[in-house]
């Protein structure tokens, strides 16, 4: 006997998709083979029971899709090695790597590229013509100065075959060059070690402070000096967020890397730990691909100063648990402040 129809499909459709534009879900998701089991059915309105269902799923997703919310800074997005890197700062209205550009990518304004793998710039194009499609601001995208023709070849091509515009700004940043996203932060390239060329990237706030001579002084009397010319200010920096994209453990050694190090967020990528888990990728294994182990991190705790360390990038071999377990396994002086971001395992 079927369950008895108590809710009329078009009402419950339209909470279910304000439900997702307010939690930001993805339907897809979140049961959208039940909705489409049912609904091939010739009923017009869904059983309680299914109604349920959807809802603790619903539930459940906004659970696992609030990302982590790290020094006051909400981090988003999913990084699963080989597959899809992008991680959102909509702090900063910026996402670093495009992956296969998760939906809540599109509505930031400015884009960081790492390298040229595909699973951190494939979704370029989609990101692009989205914000088009959706009459917002033509985005920003800084990429490695190295890809920046191919990356515009790919551009042409694809504007030959929709013949759509794709407007917007390229700009290629080589490592040690800066980028102001506002007046007071700028993001700067530093140099990563990859199999191709690559560069991570790290945010600073900017900040102009009174030079100490000049504190207590009226606002008349500082007006006055401003306008006769004097540098009444010192500028002063602090590394926020830094991100690495794909590098070997080599990054953390070189002493132009430091801000990476101090950055109150370090966004890095880890190979997992054969010394907590199973020994199936040795440090050799992820040096030979261009990666890190987290044994290499392990190693080198003691250079880092950052108030948190988010891992990405893991293999998606990996089940939730046993990131988890490697990350809860970890001592003194990390214990505490390394987190994983586990979207999508
Ligand atoms: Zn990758
Ligand atoms: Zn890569």
């Known amino acids: 006997m079927s369950e008895p129809h108590v809710l009329s499909r078009l009402p419950l459709l339209r909470f279910l998709f304000r439900l997702r534009n307010l939690r930001r879900l993805r339907l897809r998701d979140i049961g959208v083979s039940l909705l489409q089991s049912e609904v091939k059915q010739e009923h017009q309105s869904f059983s309680l029971s299914l109604f349920s269902r959807i809802f603790s799923l619903i539930i459940m997703e906004t659970k696992k899709k609030q990302g982590l919310n790290i020094e006051g800074y909400p981090i988003e997005g999913l990084s699963i090695a080989g597959h899809e890197t992008c991680i959102i700062l909509p702090s900063f209205n910026l996402a670093f790597d495009i992956g296969k550009c998760p939906q809540r990518a599109i509505s930031q304004q400015f884009l960081f590229i790492s390298h040229g793998h595909m699973d951190h710039i494939g979704g370029l194009p989609m990101y692009v013509a989205t914000r088009g499609l959706y009459r917002m601001a033509p ?121 990476a190090l101090k950055a109150k967020i370090l966004i890095m990528e880890a190979r997992r730990s054969s010394t907590y888990v ?68």
């Open 139 to 259: 985005p920003t995208i800084i990429i490695p100065k190295v890809i920046k023709e191919n990356v515009e070849k790919i551009f042409e091509a694809h504007r030959a075959m929709d013949q759509s515009e794709l407007k917007h700004t390229l700009i290629g940043l080589d490592i040690g060059e800066e980028f102001y996203l506002r007046k007071d932060l700028k993001v700067k390239a530093f140099k990563t070690c990859h199999v191709i060329p690559s560069q991570g990237y790290i945010v600073y706030s900017v900040k102009q402070k009174l030079k100490p001579e000049y504190v207590g002084l009226q606002g008349e009397e500082i007006k006055k000096l401003k306008f006769s010319g004097v540098e009444i200010t010192n500028t002063t920096t602090s590394p926020e967020v830094a991100f690495t994209g794909d590098t070997t453990s080599d990054f953390i050694l070189d002493p132009h890397n430091l801000d």
């Open 278 to 345: 199973e020994n199936t990728m040795s440090v050799e294994n992820a040096r030979d691909y261009g990666h890190t182990h987290l044994s290499e991190i392990i190693s080198h705790a003691e250079r880092f100063e950052n108030k948190a360390i988010v891992l990405i990038h893991f293999s998606a071999r990996y089940h939730l648990d046993v990131i988890e377990k490697a990350v809860a396994a970890l001592r003194a002086p990390l214990a505490g402040r390394v987190f994983a971001l586990t979207e999508g395992f």
